[in-house]
């Protein structure tokens, strides 16, 4: 299993050194968001080539599922960038490594394009990825358990509500007349962030279905480097930083809105 992971890690670097020779020609790294999750979806089927494809039920449910789930976002990401351009967040960020700082010389476009985003993302994606690769490589074709099923319901509950959330923020940017104000209704009204709160249930769902299906426990990696991120690192807490400086009635929200888990709001 380590060899054929070895290799769809090499498949992975290969595919982000292919959108990185992409950024170059237009100067823009932005869809790499959309790449993301396109990526996962790659190396899991990668995994299932290298397998002679699935075995059994829990090797199909878990290409399915990350299908799903990767097709989806990935599609909505894309459709996102072509349709708003740049990403500041990424033009900032190669922005500061270009121009360097004292007397470190700043990097070219190309290599701040490799070193802070796609040479980067590419082990991070195929990391997070683990579970659904082990899963299918270690894919027997035993039945599943109900224990199986029950990480897929989830999973699909995920994706679920990632994709709900998702659908109503587009409506209310959309709306000329929601202009400068802040989202707090549907699946917004119970927690700040309902796309990263759907991403990270799931990722748990898939990694007990590849449990299941007999990935090892190690590949928990995923999963839990995800929440970090999501939690604690690019996500949620990068997002609200721009927002909170620039959204009025942002901080009214922070405190009767949950963080993370859906919850009931709070009094205010």
Request: glycine share 12%; charged share 15%; proline share 6%.
């Amino acid at each position: 299993m380590l060899i054929d992971l070895a290799i769809t890690l090499a498949a992975v670097v290969g595919l982000m050194a292919l959108c990185w020779l992409y950024s170059i020609r237009i100067r823009d790294v932005s869809f790499i968001d959309a790449i993301w999750a396109f990526g996962m979806v790659f190396a899991a089927g990668v995994a299932a080539l290298l397998n002679g494809g699935p075995a059994g039920t829990a090797g199909w449910l878990l290409l399915g599922l990350v299908a799903l789930w990767g097709t989806r976002l990935g599609t909505h990401l894309l459709a996102r960038w072509r349709r708003l351009g740049r990403d500041p967040r990424y033009e900032k960020i190669l922005g500061n490594a270009m121009k360097g700082s004292g007397d470190k010389p700043g990097m070219s476009f190309a290599r701040a394009a490799w070193w802070r985003a796609f040479g980067l993302q590419g082990p991070l994606l195929w990391g997070v990825s683990l579970p659904a690769q082990a899963g299918v490589l270690a894919d027997a074709g035993a039945a599943l358990p109900a224990w199986g099923w029950a990480g897929a319901a989830i999973a699909l509950f995920g994706i679920a509500f990632e994709t709900i959330g998702d659908a109503q923020l587009e409506a209310f940017r959309k709306n000329p007349a929601m202009k400068g104000k802040v989202l707090d209704t549907g699946l917004w009204r119970y927690t700040r962030h309902p796309n990263y709160f759907g991403d990270f249930t799931a990722w748990w769902g898939i990694f007990i279905v590849a449990i299941a299906a007999g990935a090892p426990w190690w590949t928990v990696v995923g999963p839990l480097f995800l929440s970090f991120t999501l939690t604690r690192w690019s996500g949620a807490p990068l997002l609200e930083h721009g927002l909170k400086k620039h959204r009025p009635g942002y901080e009214e929200y922070i405190r009767r809105t949950s963080g993370f888990f859906p919850w009931p709001p709070r009094a205010t």
